[in-house]
């Protein structure tokens, strides 16, 4: 397990939950970073959420456009992703304002004891951390 103030690599048990959970992120939903780290059983770990989907976003194929802030806007600068996440989640049928704003109580992922594709019930993604709950 990483350690206070280190990043998990792509290895880490807590990298492989979060993976599994943003690739379970259905079409036209969003979740938010927090949401994300507390399915992995981190809530603490939003941070490493957005490095995780950073640095492995391409490698696995990740739908990074799907995760946003907690605020329910697009946490990228506009020099930086922004217009491009927008552009996705538009594509996606995700009502975004210009400023980045999505409505979170008609858009946001609420998962439902759902887990990602090819796992059983009761076997959800949380790693060394316990229940995905």
């Known amino acids: 397990m990483p350690r206070f103030g280190e990043f998990p690599t792509s290895a880490d048990p807590f990298c492989a939950s979060v993976r599994a959970w943003i690739a379970a992120i259905p079409r036209g939903k969003v979740a938010t970073y927090g949401q994300i780290a507390r399915l992995a059983g981190k809530p603490w770990g939003a941070r490493q959420v957005s490095w995780i989907l950073h640095s492995q976003s391409e490698k696995y194929r990740l739908p990074w456009q799907r995760v946003i ?4 806007r697009i946490s990228l600068p506009l020099n930086s992703g922004f217009f491009e996440q927008r552009r996705l989640l538009r594509r996606e049928g995700v009502k975004v304002d210009d400023r980045g704003g999505v409505d979170l ?17 009761g076997t959800g993604p949380a790693g060394p951390w316990g229940s995905p709950r």
Do not use: D, S, V, Y
């Open 69 to 72: 802030g907690a605020n329910g």
């Open 105 to 121: 109580k008609k858009f946001l992922w609420q998962e439902m004891g759902e887990f990602p594709p090819g796992k059983k019930k």
